[in-house]
């Protein structure tokens, strides 16, 4: 059974940080696209960043670019996002998302952690 279990989270005020990280167990997922995005109250559902399966292209919502970065760690599993500079409308539940298209789509989603930024 595949499991994306995000953490990291929280309560911060405007210009602070937060490390989001994304678990995934029940398959290897060495050779996905491992991605976040985020729906904010009232909204549809975004982009935020994604990173393939090597490590070696990343991509970023015009929105996060020069704030946010993206990685992973394919030993454990894990795709991370380092948020910098927060701004109040980063605020949003933020889930993982894994995917790869052989034919056809193929992609789990985590369950979404909570991030608030105070202004």
């Known amino acids: 059974q595949v499991q994306l279990e995000e953490s990291g989270g929280g309560l911060v005020q405007a210009g602070g940080s937060l490390r989001l990280s994304c678990a995934a167990s029940?398959?290897?997922?060495?050779?996905?696209?491992m991605g976040w995005f985020r729906q904010a109250p009232g909204k549809e559902r975004e982009f935020v960043a994604s990173?393939?399966?090597?490590?070696?292209?990343?991509y970023y919502a015009d929105s996060v670019k020069g704030r946010f970065t993206i990685s992973r760690d394919n030993a454990k599993n894990t795709v991370y996002l380092q948020m910098s500079n927060l701004k109040p409308e980063d605020t949003a539940v933020y889930y993982c998302n894994v995917r790869r298209r052989i034919g056809v789509l193929d992609q789990y989603w985590g369950q979404g952690t909570q991030v608030t930024v105070s202004s």
């Open positions: 990173i393939s399966w090597s490590g070696d292209n990343t």
């Open positions: 029940g398959r290897t997922f060495s050779t996905y696209n």
